[in-house]
């Protein structure tokens, strides 16, 4: 008894170590600390460049909008606000150009269940658009997301709509280089949207083929002579599955990597904004849907700064210089200009005129911007006074109708000064998601099977006394292992979940297909897995594993020799009523989901689903063999504990 108290206070300690060490190095991984003062500066020799002075100069600033999901079904006011937005905002921040960046219409049917592409909702869209006049006012690029390529089983398909009613009608990543008197500035599309677009939920995804890697490699490889280059697409980079050297390292040469697609994740993480390890900056950005979200981002000297705003809340605004230490980029900008400048720089946006812009610096105040031109104010000012550490710069703005705004961020002229993100925005951002449900589930799987055939062929140590809770449970596992009936109906359903098809239906109206873990095929196409993963963890969680564990206490109740209607008298109520409370919940969740695959991907899939409808006949059969079933080996079981709990 002393050794294997020994033996649990080794495995606790070593199990504590381990865990702290893989802590330490998830959070070594992650952290952006530091990570700036290694990154070799491109712009060195031209860091003195034009002076950032008091003059309209040097500089522009665009918008971005995502997830805007004009929906005929749902809230026609995120219609209405962004008819608004478009023929009263935009016009006052006067853009050079906008990016929408994906799920323009919202897809969904009105159970909010299925997935289908509406005209309708396409016509609303280039209906805004059109009505507004903001296709005369700026450039519009208006990409694809995956709500955009539900229910789509090729791009010749009559439901593309995005083809004849977004503004941009191009598929497939591009290269569209903004020209100015002061150089050219490089915006590239990655397009990751699926083709085929399953119906929802197995396009949350993108994915990034070989083919399309050497077209990023090669549109990247354009924008080498541009002044700055900017991506941007639909999904986050930890939602794309891609080929080697995968999409961050194609995207290396840029200052910014621009999405959406993550909705705020339902308010949990209202910022969402990293740094990529080769200094990219990745800045997902809330939804239209609803948020009302949307960001104005500028070049001011080659300097990259940008706000992101909801709308109607004025005055907006964005300061450039000094540009904010979070989110500067030294490999790809000439952060140094900063030291060199004159003037502070600050565009103020509002639909009323600017009364005053305050500036203060540390707590104290500088005085007061005067305008330039345009929406640019200056405000004179000595670099040489903030060379050292890390200072606040804080810019107060109030219009004609009374209304103020407060704008404040860290930044600091010394070199190798480097600002961390917040580790939650940088895991959601960085972790190639897919990869990790990937291993996760074929490491739960595997260790299923393991745990398995090691009770298998394990040898069962003689009972001897009382026992304490894991004691019994190593007894139910080998009773269970040791029957054959159950250990291959369990060894076949781990084996089986990894592998087998979970069921076959309309993935897309008019084509079957089949659904992996691995995986979906539809229309001689196979799209690799992703979300599979997690609905296959989840599937392990859920299902497989707590019925596993339902399995072995019912053999351990028959091995004291309980039946079934004998167990509900003589067990513990406290133990009893939760675990078939939980039954009925894990049976519900199961017959639920048989549910989902019906108004998803038809009835078909519902009653073609081994993974499903079928788990759930085979499960019951299996229940009510495990109390009715008796063979020689259950009853020396059932003397052995018998025993063992007389002694």
Sequence with gaps: MVALRCRITMLKLVGGLLLAGLLTHILGWYSTIGSRARLQRRHFVNDRGPVLGSELSNLFWAVQVTDIHVSKFLDPLRVTE????????????????????????????????????????????????????????????????????????????????????????????????HDTPFGNYSFICIDATLTP?????????????????????????????????????????????????????????AVAYMCGHLHTLGGIAPVLHSQHKQGTLELELGDWMHNRRYRIFAFDHDLFSFVDLVYNDWPAILITNPKSALYSNPAQEPTRRILHSTHIRILTFSTSPITSVRVSIDGSELGEASLSSGPLYTLKWNPDNYQTGIHEISVVVQDADGRSQTRSHLFSLEDGISLGFPLIPSLILLTDHYILAQVLFFLSVLSQIILLIIFRYKRRPILRGPQGFIALTSFSMHVLSKTNLFFYSVLLLSIYTAVGPWFVGEIIDGHIGVCFAFGVIVGGNFVQGSLTYFVAITQMVFFNVPMTAYLCWCLFLRCKGHGFCSHFRHSRKIVCLPVYLFVILIFAWQMYSCIFLAMTYGTLAAFLSPMKLWLVVATVALGRKVWGFSTPQLRSYIGELKNCQSS
């Design 82 to 177: 962004f008819e608004a937005f478009c023929m009263e905002s935009l016009p006052v921040i006067n853009p050079a150009l906008v990016l929408a960046t994906g799920d323009l219409t919202d897809a969904k049917t009105k159970d909010r269940l299925g997935s289908d592409q509406f005209e309708d909702e396409w016509k609303v869209y280039q209906s805004v658009l059109k009505k507004s006049g903001i296709l005369k006012r700026t450039k519009w690029i208006d990409i694809r997301g995956n709500h955009d390529s539900f229910n789509i089983p090729d791009l010749r398909s009559i439901k593309n709509f995005y083809r004849k009613y977004s503004a941009w009608q191009k598929e497939g990543s591009f290269h569209y280089v």
């Design 197 to 253: 677009g399953p119906k929802r939920p197995y396009n949350f995804f993108g994915i990034i083929d070989k083919e399309q890697m050497h077209t990023l490699s090669r549109l990247a490889m354009e924008s080498h002579y541009s002044n700055q280059t900017v991506w941007f697409g639909h999904y986050p980079t930890s939602t794309i599955v891609s080929v080697s050297p995968g999409v961050r390292a194609v995207m290396s040469s």
